[in-house]
């Protein structure tokens, strides 16, 4: 049976993220296959700068992110997955899945072209049993 978490200690943990990853932080959407958490990068397609809060308080277990300004893809690809660094552009946070729907990162389009403008929808992390 999975763990079950009380609703207060799965907003405990989301807000702990908006601490942790801090303003500024740095969004890479990348192709390809999603390696094990915090391995090797595969082709980057576009890098956003994260809205400041990162996130706003976790509502019943929810973690929704502040919506970074749109930018110019650089390069050409299909988005599958996002990695999370902190403001300084190193250190790792974490790896996040990407698509239209149904996936913690929503973009208005996962086929990106360089050079041509996309954007973050929505953000959302749900914490275990919510």
């Known amino acids: 049976m ?7 200690l799965r907003n405990s943990r989301g807000n702990a993220t908006t601490t942790f990853v801090g303003s500024g932080a740095k969004m890479e959407i990348y192709s390809g296959s999603q390696p ?3 391995g090797t990068e595969t082709t980057l397609l576009a890098t956003f700068t994260m809205g400041t809060p990162f996130g706003g ?13 749109d930018v110019n893809a650089s390069a050409t690809g299909t988005a599958t997955w996002a ?3 902190k403001a ?5 946070c974490m790896d996040l899945s990407v698509g239209t729907s149904g996936t913690q990162v929503i973009m208005n389009s996962v086929s ?3 050079g041509v403008a996309c954007s973050i929808t929505a953000i959302t992390i749900t914490e275990g049993n919510a």
Do not use: E, K
């Open 57 to 69: 308080a976790n509502s019943a277990g929810v973690f929704t992110g502040t919506l970074p300004a």
């Open 36 to 38: 094990a958490t915090g």
């Open 83 to 85: 990695r999370i660094y």
């Open 2 to 8: 999975a763990a079950g978490y009380a609703v207060d």
């Open 112 to 114: 990106l072209t360089s």
């Open 88 to 92: 300084d552009g190193t250190t790792f």
